[in-house]
């Protein structure tokens, strides 16, 4: 499913327009992309946790010439399920 069809599931399952649709969602992910990017978590109980978490320093290998190459330390973004999301997706609901 893309964003268009994500808009268009969300038009269907209330009483909103599909331009109210799409900016619905585009404040949800706006607010949560802000939110992560300021170290703050975000947590949808039953969908699951965003938050910033710091990769640490790596070596790494230059795909081309071979040569050892040193990735430097990152903040990445990272998503945990929640455990009803998960048992949806493994089809234990009930």
Partial sequence: MNKSEMIDAIAARTDLSKVASAKA?????????ES??????VTLVGFGSFKASE???REGKN?????KILIPQ???PKFAAGATFKARVAGKDE
């Fill in 74 to 76: 990152t903040i990445v």
């Fill in 63 to 67: 795909p081309k010439t071979g040569a």
């Fill in 36 to 41: 992560v990017a300021q170290g703050e978590a």
């Fill in 25 to 33: 969602l585009d404040a949800v992910i706006e607010t949560i992309v």
């Fill in 55 to 57: 990769r640490a320093a």
